[in-house]
């Protein structure tokens, strides 16, 4: 499976949109790209996946670069309760490969 | 909607004794896999199960064994329980038909003292 590599961190006031970016310049044509957060010690929730075409749903949209090297997560107005570890993970279908992830902080 | 079941939610053994956890997927999800993550660290994938066959293998110490049953749930057996056991254990389902995505359960919280 390709790497990943995002921010560690980031901040984001409530109701602004939160915009989580991910590299995976190595990612194959067969690899879907998928996000999971981790809010604290909770089981992995599933937000949203891709293969090059935009998507979105109700949780969030997930912009995916023509070249598929790079993508975003969007959440359009996050929350305090969107605080959590945002995973952006490539996979082909197999088991995922949890990086280190981006912590959001979402701030009053 | 049906989530993924995990129990116990809570456990705490001695060294050396043995556990058993065990998880029961979303239905009609054929597909079974097991993720570990210990204190600050992310979750690792374990093994998984396709159809009650092993059908891929990450980092599972050998002291630890799964399988997978008729009805497609599932039970992790650790043997032997170290220190270095004490984690959060994970379990995610999915369908082979429905698109792979997997959904987890909300873990059992293992305590090895």
């Known amino acids: 499976d390709a790497k990943t590599t995002q921010p560690p961190s980031m901040d984001c006031a409530e109701g602004r949109a939160a915009n989580l970016p991910c590299n995976h310049s190595?990612?194959?044509?067969?690899?879907?790209v998928y996000w999971y957060r981790q809010i604290h010690s909770q089981g992995p929730q599933y937000i949203i996946h891709g293969l090059k075409n935009n998507e979105t749903n109700e949780m969030a949209s997930l912009i995916i670069t023509e070249d598929r090297k790079s993508s975003t997560l969007i959440l359009p107005h996050a929350t305090l309760r969107d605080t959590a570890v945002y995973y952006c993970?490539?996979?082909?279908?197999?088991?995922?490969?949890f990086g280190k992830g981006t912590s959001l902080l979402v701030t009053p | 909607a049906a989530g993924v079941i995990q129990s116990p939610r809570h456990l705490i053994k001695e060294k050396r004794e043995t556990a058993t956890l065990k998880c029961y997927p979303i239905?009609?999800?054929?597909?079974v896999y097991w993720y570990q993550q210990g204190p600050g660290q992310d979750p690792q994938f374990l093994i998984s199960?396709?159809?009650?066959?092993?059908?891929d293998k990450g980092s599972i110490p050998d002291r630890f064994s799964a399988q997978q049953f008729s009805d497609y749930h599932s039970e992790l057996n650790m043997s032997s329980l170290e220190l270095g056991d004490s984690a959060l254990y994970f379990c995610?389902?999915?369908?082979?038909?429905?698109?792979?995505?997997?959904?987890f359960g909300p873990g059992t919280r293992l305590l090895v003292l």
């Open positions: 199960f396709y159809e009650k066959m092993q059908s």
């Open positions: 993970i490539v996979e082909t279908g197999y088991a995922l490969n």
């Open positions: 239905p009609r999800h054929d597909t």
């Open positions: 190595t990612i194959s044509g067969n690899e879907y």
């Open positions: 995610a389902s999915s369908s082979r038909a429905g698109g792979e995505t997997q959904y």
